[in-house]
T-cell receptor
Framework: DAGVIQSPRHEVTEMGQEVTLRCKPI?????LFWYRQTMMRGLELLIY????????DSGMPEDRFSAKMPNASFSTLKIQPSEPRDSAVYFC????????????FGSGTRLTVV | AQTVTQSQPEMSVQEAETVTLSCTYD???????LFWYKQPPSRQMILVIR??????QNATENRFSVNFQKAAKSFSLKISDSQLGDTAMYFC??????????FGKGTSLLVTP
């Protein structure tokens, strides 16, 4: 298996632009998680899905953030409009059984909003 | 909310030596899971070791082992025979049924020749 695949690896965008981050989980994994990593706040859970259904989005910082999982093999995290404070590394992770298993993380997307 | 505390922001160890990274957590649950993740400069998050709270035996993976003290809510990671490739950020993480992984702020480990 190729693991969790995220794209792009790096993204630089101007403030106010729309940004879309993409994730392909490991086949057969029922859980998908989006995390954000910053120096100040560490790793924060943004949202997670179980069987393509959003379960907990309480970590989504603002209405500017939205996430979708249209099928078991694809998820997106969208920021519109983007702001400089959104600059961070965004990780996608998937898990077979959820909380009992460790997660397999993608390589992350480093987002820079200028 | 569950909290995970890593009290050592930075640590250093010489190659071939042993180092222990500390982690404490707070929960009222009895059934939960604990993990250590490694994040090298490549930024990839790599699962190092996993512990189930209801198991008394400490988990071990090659040179990595944990000291799990449930009553003290402590979960430390011991790295034996440290190697240069062990240089990384190490994150302690906690999960219980119904909640996603909650991470500590991390410990930066430098292995020196």
């Amino acid at each position: 298996d190729a693991g969790v695949i995220q794209s792009p690896r790096h993204e630089v965008t101007e403030m106010g632009q729309e940004v879309t981050l993409r994730c392909k989980p490991i086949s057969g994994h029922d859980y998908l998680f989006w995390y954000r990593q910053t120096m100040m706040r560490g790793l924060e859970l943004l949202i997670y899905f179980n069987n393509n259904v959003p379960i907990d989005d309480s970590g989504m910082p603002e209405d500017r953030f939205s996430a979708k999982m249209p099928n078991a093999s694809f998820s997106t995290l969208k920021i519109q409009p983007s702001e400089p404070r959104d600059s961070a590394v965004y990780f996608c992770a998937s898990s077979l059984r959820g909380f009992a298993d460790g997660y397999t993380f993608g390589s992350g997307t480093r987002l820079t909003v200028v | 909310a569950q909290t995970v505390t890593q009290s050592q922001p930075e640590m250093s160890v010489q190659e071939a030596e042993t180092v222990t990274l500390s982690c404490t957590y707070d929960t009222s649950e009895n059934n939960y899971y604990l993990f250590w993740y490694k994040q090298p400069p490549s930024r990839q998050m790599i699962l190092v070791i996993r512990q189930e709270a209801y198991k008394q035996q400490n988990a071990t993976e090659n040179r990595f082992s944990v000291n799990f003290q449930k009553a003290a809510k402590s979960f430390s990671l011991k790295i034996s025979d440290s190697q240069l490739g062990d240089t990384a950020m190490y994150f302690c993480a906690f999960s219980d049924p119904g909640y996603a992984l909650n991470f500590g702020k991390g410990t930066s480990l430098l292995v020196t020749p």
